[in-house]
């Protein structure tokens, strides 16, 4: 069965340091990897996507995959409050539209 | 651009009756997706449709969940005889059909009494 793990958290953070958000995948054959931010009682909003081993930077986010080991995170630098919120991970494996398997997210609090 | 749309955004039904949820995607997009977020879990994929293809039903959790796309834009799913589990909240999302990003509407939250 194809799973996306990911810790429940919460991840508690102080104001203005890193949060690093991790993710296991179990398909081999998956190709695409995405981020979401969700605040509570809202949808899941994109914020990163991946499909090439290394690191991608935008802005104060940077995903990092590692095919080998089935790894996916996400960086967050320079943290704020306004980050508090649940980061949940995605993956899909075919080129072309098809449906994300989400992990169950990370629950992320910013403390001032 | 204007976003993903759906309709309504709280509905509250008794057990066994019918529903009809709306999503209008964004324009250009063709491939559309429905999820569903129960209270505390994960996003559980429902359905999608690509173009003109046959759309993918592999998720709907019984009979009594359908969907259509009309025209190649706006989506209903439907739920039959509602049951207190169809409780959640029911995501639409849309893609373009050359990339794999997919972008959510605010949900729609169903609460069967």
């Known amino acids: 069965q194809k799973e996306v793990e990911q810790n429940s958290g919460p991840l508690s953070v102080p104001e203005g340091a890193i949060a690093s958000l991790n993710c296991t995948y179990s398909d081999r054959g998956s190709q695409s990897f995405f981020w979401y931010r969700q605040y509570s009682g809202k949808s899941p909003e994109l914020i990163m996507f991946i499909y090439s081993n290394g690191d991608k930077e935008d802005g104060r986010f940077t995903a990092q995959l590692n095919k080998a080991s089935q790894y996916v995170s996400l960086l967050i630098r320079d943290s704020q409050p306004s980050d508090s919120a649940t980061y949940l991970c995605?993956?899909?494996?075919?080129?072309?539209?098809?449906?994300?398997?989400f992990g169950k997210g990370t629950r992320l609090s910013v403390i001032a | 651009g204007a976003g993903v749309s759906q309709s309504p955004s709280n509905k509250v039904t008794e057990k066994g009756k019918d529903v009809e949820l709306r999503c209008d995607p964004i324009s250009g997009h063709t491939a559309l997706y429905w999820y569903r977020q129960s209270l505390g879990q994960g996003l559980e994929f429902l359905i999608y449709f690509q173009g003109n293809s046959a759309p993918d039903k592999s998720g709907l959790p019984s009979d009594r969940f359908s969907a259509e796309r009309t025209g190649g834009s706006v989506s209903t799913l439907t739920i039959q005889r509602t049951q207190q589990e169809d409780s959640a909240v029911y995501l639409c999302a849309s893609s373009q059909s050359s990339t794999h990003e997919q972008y959510f509407g605010p949900g729609t939250r169903l609460t069967v009494t």
């Open positions: 995605a993956v899909t494996r075919n080129s072309g539209n098809t449906p994300l398997v």
